[in-house]
């Protein structure tokens, strides 16, 4: 399998990131109760529910705070990422966190200095998981696409918007972050395979036609 190495290790990052996630939630509610047997999903569900109230209130008296926007988006990946979620209320917070947090990416692409475009990044990141977790990857490629504009000298970045471009069969795209990953570090170790994966992918060019015999043209 093409970059088995490099694949593994690309969502490896993401499997992590869930459980970074879960025990970042479980830390979060220990201090608020704890959890008590059966009832501690039930008991960290509620209070998630508390902390999205509060930041929906937030947001709706002041639509340009920031920070209650990701704070919104990440409260929403908690819930979703409850053991207990059912598979219909989790898309839909999975939903609801992308589009918070896309709200946080408008505002702080209004802001200017070096800041606000780590921040901008690091929402995108944050962005590019709830893709991931949903499984499309079409708009993780997307997002993708939007992280290196803002971070257009990082090879990784580049290298695993190929990756997932390839996982939502997206070739071209993969073909152009691919060769963009080469420029940008052509002695990585992983660069023969990338090369030999962009050539076994690149399409052919199509034969010119042969003159028509007879016509004397």
Same mark, same amino acid.
């Given at each position: 399998m093409l970059l088995d190495r490099k694949r593994v290790k690309f969502w490896q990052k993401w499997v992590f990131a869930f459980m970074a996630i879960i025990m970042a939630g479980f830390l979060l509610m220990i201090p608020l109760g704890g959890f008590k047997g059966c009832g501690g999903s039930s008991s960290a569900t509620a209070q998630l529910d508390k902390e999205i109230a509060k930041y929906q209130a937030v947001v709706k008296a002041d639509p340009k705070n920031v920070d209650a926007w990701r704070k919104l988006g990440l409260n929403y990946l908690y819930r979703a990422n409850q053991p207990t979620a059912k598979a219909s209320a989790q898309q839909a917070d999975w939903s609801s966190a992308a589009t918070s947090y896309e709200k946080a990416v408008k505002l702080l692409g209004r802001q200017k200095g070096k800041t606000a475009r780590l921040a901008q990044l690091d929402? !995108?990141?944050? !962005?590019?998981?709830?893709? !991931?977790?949903?499984? #499309?990857?079409? /708009?993780?490629?997307? $997002?993708?696409?939007?992280?290196?504009?803002?971070?257009?000298?990082?090879?990784?970045?580049?290298? #695993? /918007?190929a990756?997932?471009?390839?996982?939502?069969?997206? &070739?071209?795209?993969? !073909?152009?972050?691919? $060769? $963009?990953?080469?420029?940008?570090?052509?002695?990585?170790?992983?660069?023969? &395979?990338?090369?030999?994966?962009?050539?076994?992918?690149?399409?052919?060019?199509?034969?010119?036609?042969?003159?028509?015999?007879? $016509?004397?043209?």
């Amino acid at each position: 399998m093409l970059l088995d190495r490099k694949r593994v290790k690309f969502w490896q990052k993401w499997v992590f990131a869930f459980m970074a996630i879960i025990m970042a939630g479980f830390l979060l509610m220990i201090p608020l109760g704890g959890f008590k047997g059966c009832g501690g999903s039930s008991s960290a569900t509620a209070q998630l529910d508390k902390e999205i109230a509060k930041y929906q209130a937030v947001v709706k008296a002041d639509p340009k705070n920031v920070d209650a926007w990701r704070k919104l988006g990440l409260n929403y990946l908690y819930r979703a990422n409850q053991p207990t979620a059912k598979a219909s209320a989790q898309q839909a917070d999975w939903s609801s966190a992308a589009t918070s947090y896309e709200k946080a990416v408008k505002l702080l692409g209004r802001q200017k200095g070096k800041t606000a475009r780590l921040a901008q990044l690091d929402v !995108l990141d944050s !962005l590019v998981s709830v893709y !991931l977790f949903q499984k #499309d990857y079409q /708009m993780a490629t997307s $997002t993708y696409g939007r992280i290196t504009a803002l971070r257009p000298k990082d090879a990784q970045s580049f290298f #695993d /918007m190929a990756t997932t471009a390839i996982s939502a069969g997206d &070739t071209n795209t993969a !073909l152009l972050a691919f $060769t $963009t990953f080469l420029r940008l570090e052509p002695a990585s170790p992983d660069a023969p &395979t990338v090369r030999a994966w962009i050539k076994k992918n690149t399409p052919s060019a199509s034969p010119s036609p042969s003159p028509t015999k007879g $016509t004397g043209k």
